[in-house]
């Protein structure tokens, strides 16, 4: 079994920036890889951005690419999520995964609680 445990959400005026952290904890493997998704209001869950193991591969939905960093600490078992020029439309509860790197959420094995990201106009 694995956890994760979401936190850095919270309300951010366009433009602005928000830091998300998912720490892992359980039986971890560094060599599995971890994404983020998110959830806007009557919406299905759409892929952000995941990372391989080892870090040096990342991907990201069109929609974030050059605004959003994925980045892993594997000695602290945790991903973060950099989000810079935020806009309402990222507005969502983001969501952690582990267990992939694909932008698919059914190839993911574990997922955090979320964490609300609202950004004002």
């Known amino acids: 079994q694995v956890q994760l445990v979401e936190s850095g959400g919270g309300l951010v005026q366009a433009g602005g920036s928000l830091r998300l952290s998912c720490a892992a904890s359980?039986?971890?493997?560094?060599?599995?890889?971890m994404g983020w998704f998110r959830q806007a209001p009557g919406k299905e869950r759409e892929f952000v951005a995941s990372?391989?193991?080892?870090?040096?591969?990342?991907y990201y939905a069109d929609s974030v690419k050059g605004r959003f960093t994925i980045s892993r600490a594997n000695a602290e078992n945790t991903v973060y999520l950099q989000m810079n020029s935020l806009n309402p439309e990222d507005t969502a509860v983001y969501y952690c995964?582990?267990?992939?790197?694909?932008?698919?959420?059914?190839?993911?094995?574990?997922w955090g609680q979320g964490t609300q990201v609202t950004v004002s106009s």
């Open positions: 990372i391989r193991w080892g870090g040096i591969r990342t």
């Open positions: 359980g039986r971890t493997f560094t060599n599995v890889g």
């Open positions: 995964a582990y267990g992939s790197y694909g932008s698919s959420s059914y190839a993911y094995d574990y």
